[in-house]
């Protein structure tokens, strides 16, 4: 297995093919340290948990490369197999992530063959916690440079995205509905909170976009004649800055009507860009704010993040091909 050699739509193929929904990495783990083993890197696996591995391999005599490509192996539900077309490749994990595994590891062998080491970091758990990201942030290799996968439409994301989880839950007093002055509707004082919060002005930046929200799950009461005693609302802010204020105006804005648990945050992170290549603001969240000890982080990739996670998951070959050289660029550029 030489540079140029690699054929990465089949490549690509070959990773959709081996399910690794998040929590069920272990088989695409194993088999990807094993190809990178046969191709001469030294490669160790890494636990996470379990039989859940992260692989981290690099050249030997390069065990400290300045420049780290990194992405993550795991899926999110349900499986879906390969095939492809003339143009595209689909199936789970085609654009996220799999494709960009592929291609990380095209353009290493390419940078390999011209002298330039790079490290290669895949990790486990990217869609549920970063649980991956997390392990290997307490064990660095002393990299300048983290170059992080994900659908970017190979652009160079400028921004990230934050996350922050709010939980609210509003509390009321059961009653016959005949005589609901008997009781205190929670249903009631939940929709009014939600109804504040959709209402509540954003922020917003020229460059990377707005602040958003989504009422994600909703649940409550006990049955038609019962006035309800609890109801819950799950929600999804997307940050595009620090939480701290928004956090307070989400709690003034519901007031005594329910109570607020901020139940996770991913932070918002601002991007280095790279000289003469697009640019992009990514509106999701990446493993990223959790691999701060990697060096500084770029965030690009082949695919679109609008067809991540949906049924016709797909990434344009011409993109895993432009991707392989983009990659190969950056490293490069960094590396001198």
Not at 37 to 43: F, I, Q, V
Not at 81 to 95: F, I, K, L, Q, T
Not at 122 to 144: M, Q, T, W
Not at 233 to 248: F, K, V
């Amino acid at each position: 297995m030489h540079a140029g050699t690699m054929d990465v739509v089949a490549f690509t193929r070959q990773l959709v093919d081996i399910e690794s929904v998040t929590g069920n990495e272990a088989a695409v783990g194993k088999f990807l340290s094993r190809y990178l083993s046969d191709m001469g890197y030294r490669s160790q696996l890494i636990t996470a948990e379990m039989d859940r591995y992260n692989v981290f391999a690099t050249t030997p005599g390069h065990e400290q490369p300045a420049v780290v490509f990194s992405t993550h192996m795991d899926t999110v539900p349900p499986f879906i197999p390969s095939w492809e077309d003339a143009d595209r490749v689909y199936g789970r994990g085609s654009c996220d992530a799999k494709g960009i595994i592929a291609t990380q590891i095209a353009a290493a062998e390419k940078l390999r063959a011209e002298g330039i080491h790079v490290g290669l970091l895949f990790l486990v758990g990217e869609e549920r916690d970063s649980l991956g990201a997390k392990v290997a942030n307490d064990k660095p290799i002393g990299s300048k440079f983290l170059i992080n996968g994900e659908p970017t439409e190979n652009h160079v994301a400028i921004a990230s995205k934050g996350a922050l989880r709010a939980e609210v839950t509003a509390k009321g007093k059961m009653a016959h509905s005949a005589y609901p002055e008997l009781g205190d509707s929670a249903i009631e004082k939940l929709v009014e909170a939600l109804h504040r919060l959709r209402a509540m002005e954003l922020p917003s930046d020229p460059e990377i976009g707005p602040c958003t929200l989504n009422l994600g799950t909703i649940e409550g009461g006990r049955a038609p004649n019962v006035i309800p005693d609890r109801a819950r609302a799950l929600l999804l802010y997307r940050l595009i800055g620090p939480s701290d204020e928004l956090r307070s105006r989400i709690r003034e804005t519901v007031g005594d009507l329910a109570r607020v648990d901020f139940t996770l945050e991913i932070p918002f992170v601002r991007l280095r860009s790279v000289d003469g290549l697009p640019t992009m603001s990514a509106a999701f969240t990446t493993d990223i704010p959790a691999l701060t000890n990697w060096g500084q982080p770029l965030l690009l990739g082949p695919g679109s993040i609008h067809v991540a996670h949906t049924e016709g998951e797909f990434v344009e070959k011409k993109q895993l091909y432009d991707a392989v050289e983009l990659y190969a660029q950056i490293a490069r550029k960094l590396s001198t």
